[in-house]
């Protein structure tokens, strides 16, 4: 049966015949946000379903303020805030996935760069992924932005979108800036990698060069076989 969410922050999920309130996003967190206010005006929301019917969101606060992540749960019939997963200003899209096992990964563009425990606003875009093990959000294999899954320093990269194979591993595709191709990379269990020239040149994009990409969509079938679509604009 779908969920949806709305700006603002509301969910349904339609029963059959009607759709019925799931509550509010963010859940009943204490969660303090922008101007020590409670969260609020929840925007750009995904909601993913994982096996099992285990449900995950993800939204920003305000239009592109902290990124946020949320669990369905199904005892309490309620939203439970996760974690907040970037503060204010320091990242613009974001794409989340589930996998088999119900665990959520989420990839977003960043400009913060993180050494050791130092961390300042950089720059440009990297496209980042996270996977959720345990009670913690790990990085897969570098810090942030350095290198990332896109590992393009000179160029900024954004609008990610993602999805979880079979063997649980998280595929990321996402825009280039500076071509306008859409550009792709699977991770393998140690590091992200090009699937027949995915992350380079023309990228997934390839024939496409005229025309500049935008809004990357990618799936995986049960038997690993990946598809990628996305917008044209001569």
Known sequence: ????????????RWDGTSWNDMGLISGTSSLVGLGATPLENQDQ???????????????????????????WDPTSASWIYSDSMKGWGTTTSFGLAVDSSGNPSLAYDDTWV???????????????CKTLNG???????????APGVSADPQTN??????????????????LNSATRMVLLRRWDGTAWVDLAGSATGEGVSTGTTAWASSAPAVTVDPQGRIS??????P
């Open 228 to 233: 990628v679509a996305w917008d044209v604009t």
């Open 135 to 145: 009670s913690t959000w790990d990085l897969l294999a570098e810090e942030e932005c």
């Open 45 to 71: 929301i995904q909601i993913r379903r994982g096996a099992g019917g285990a449900l995950w969101a993800a939204f920003y606060e305000w239009s592109h303020g902290p990124l946020h992540v949320s669990r």
């Open 1 to 12: 049966r779908p969920v949806v969410g709305f700006c603002g922050g509301n969910s349904y």
């Open 114 to 128: 993180m050494v050791g425990d130092a961390a300042w606003f950089s720059g440009p875009y990297q496209v980042v």
């Open 157 to 174: 990269a954004y609008n990610p979108t993602g999805v979880v194979d079979a063997q649980g591993y998280p595929v990321v595709a996402w």
